[in-house]
């Protein structure tokens, strides 16, 4: 299936792989328009977007039955597409807020968070997508959804979901005016009491991370 019927009039718009596709396909393209930086200013609030729309299609990929593949052994999709470049210029636009921490598995104890890039996460779950996608465009639909409901339990939907937090914790903290306890870039060497820190951090959030990411309080 090649890019000109990926939306070709006579698929029936309520089919629910038609749906799956092209919520993913906007992702792919959305995300990729973001990394090329013309709009440095809209990034983080756009992938905030764009990341909770895909994940109402991981959503409806766990809540629908097990997809099974018309074929025993995957069919060869060919070489991944290269991602290097896509995850660079990522976190080259988000360096002030690509790292965060995540808790891996909310449901086993006593887990520490470990430190995480959205700038990987976002690439990681292109490259699960864009294997899908493969198949999709191929015109193998049962294998494409095969490999996205798969891969959306094994890794992307938890990737994505993370990612998901992150964005949010970011939009949230400079709308709210709410100044983040460490953030690099901020001194904290200086003799300052636990008040006065907190809001010299609130001051370098708005200036490294709002600013050049477009935020702005709410007032």
Known sequence: MSDATLHATDQNPDDFAVQIADQIESFLVAVTEVAKGDEPDSAVPFLLLEVS?????????????????????????????????????????????????????PYEPRKAPVPARISDDLTDVITDLRHGMVHYKAGRTTEALWWWQFSYFSNWGSTA????????????????????????????DQDLGDETLETEAGKVMVQEIAGPLGLRPVR
């Open 53 to 105: 729309q895909l994940m109402l299609a991981g959503g409806r990929l766990g809540a629908h039955e097990d997809i099974v593949p018309d074929e025993r052994y995957e069919p060869d999709p060919g070489p991944e597409l290269d991602v290097d470049e896509l995850r660079e210029n990522l976190a080259r636009i988000l360096d002030p807020i690509d790292v965060y921490s995540e808790v891996f598995d």
């Open 161 to 188: 979901s993370a990612t998901l937090r992150a964005l949010q914790s970011v939009v949230a903290h400079v709308r709210l005016n709410q100044p983040l306890e460490e953030l690099d870039g901020l001194d904290t």
